[in-house]
């Protein structure tokens, strides 16, 4: 059984940073493509990155400039960095693990089939 377990996050001022961190378990970590997502209250679950088995990234274009998505692969952790916070980046963040086996990166909720339980980050202005 897939388990993914997020950490990091917390209150942070606007402008400030977090770094996300979701170690997987249950799977051969490296040859999946892995993402973050996050919901705020009242909306649906969106997109923010993605990075595939060979380190190919792909952001959502409210987060690109600002967020970077990394793995470590002898860790079974993926990250996310977030700086330059804003009030609109406030939400729970979910890890999740690609359906594919070598998949391509994919913005597409159905394309995940194993999702963390979320961490909550909270902007302050």
């Known amino acids: 059984q897939v388990q993914l377990v997020e950490s990091g996050g917390g209150l942070v001022q606007a402008g400030g940073s977090l770094k996300l961190s979701c170690a997987a378990s249950g799977r051969t970590f490296s040859t999946y493509p892995m993402g973050w997502f996050r919901q705020a209250p009242g909306k649906e679950r969106e997109f923010v990155a993605t990075?595939?088995?060979?380190?190919?990234?792909y952001y959502a274009d409210s987060v690109k400039g600002r967020f970077t998505i990394s793995r470590d692969n002898a860790k079974n952790t993926v990250y996310l960095q977030m700086n330059s916070l804003k009030s609109e980046d406030m939400a729970v963040y979910y890890c999740a693990a690609g359906r594919i086996k070598y998949g391509s990166s994919s913005r597409l909720i159905w394309d995940y089939d194993y999702w963390g339980q979320g961490t909550q980050v909270t902007v302050s202005s």
């Open positions: 990075i595939n088995w060979s380190d190919s990234t």
